[in-house]
């Protein structure tokens, strides 16, 4: 059965502190992994990756994939409240259109 | 339309009532997707359109659920006898097509089965 696991579960920080966060998957047919934001209810998408090894970076918030070891990790940077939400991972394949979503990651950011 | 738009945004209906859910695209995209995001879980995906053809329909829960897209555009999301189980915040998502990932998603309808 395909499975993406993320971790932490839940993270509480200060401004300013930098935060990794996992997603790690088990599926066949891989094609992209996607990150996403949710804040309240409509998630946002972060990043789209492919290739293994290189990293994508928008403003504080940088991600990297490892196909051989089969994960993920998305970095911000000198944290801001604004930064709170769930952060979604999630994996993309070849024969469907579906995505399969990790639980999240509640990050929570406190001045 | 500007957005991936909703309605209703929230819908309290009794265990065994019926309920429609709809879905309407942002103009132009002929990607449509349904997912549902129960408390504290990630997104399970149900159903997702290609124009009015659904070629996954596979997270569909059971026959009590069913979907429908008319026109290209409006999709229908139906959910028969509803159980409490079937309480959760159902999201609809476009894209300008078929494995674009950058989804844009509706702000979803919060359904409570009492």
């Known amino acids: 059965e395909d499975k993406v696991v993320q971790s932490p579960l839940s993270l509480v920080v200060h401004e300013g502190d930098t935060v990794t966060l996992n997603c790690s998957y088990e599926v066949t047919n891989f094609r992209s992994l996607l990150w996403y934001k949710q804040e309240k209810k409509a998630p946002t998408f972060l990043f789209m990756l492919?290739?293994?090894?290189i990293e994508k970076k928008s403003g504080r918030l940088s991600s990297i994939l490892d196909k051989k070891e089969l994960f993920s990790i998305l970095n911000i940077t000198a944290t801001q409240t604004g930064d709170s939400a769930i952060y979604l991972c999630?994996?993309?394949?070849?024969?469907?259109?579906?995505?399969?979503f990790g639980t999240g990651t509640r990050l929570q950011v406190f001045p | 339309g500007a957005g991936v738009s909703q309605s209703p945004s929230n819908k309290v209906t009794e265990k065994g009532k019926d309920v429609e859910l709809r879905c309407d695209p942002i103009?132009?995209?002929?990607?449509l997707y349904w997912y549902r995001q129960s408390l504290g879980q990630g997104l399970e995906f149900l159903i997702y359109f290609q124009g009015n053809s659904a070629p996954d329909k596979s997270g569909l829960p059971s026959d009590r659920f069913s979907a429908e897209r008319t026109g290209g555009s409006v999709s229908t999301l139906t959910i028969q006898r509803t159980q409490q189980e079937d309480s959760a915040v159902y999201l609809c998502?476009?894209?300008?097509?078929?494995?674009?990932?950058?989804?844009?998603f509706g702000s979803g309808t919060r359904l409570t089965v009492v």
């Open positions: 103009s132009g995209h002929t990607a």
């Open positions: 492919t290739s293994s090894g």
């Open positions: 999630a994996v993309a394949f070849y024969n469907t259109d579906k995505l399969i």
């Open positions: 998502a476009s894209s300008p097509r078929q494995g674009s990932y950058g989804y844009t």
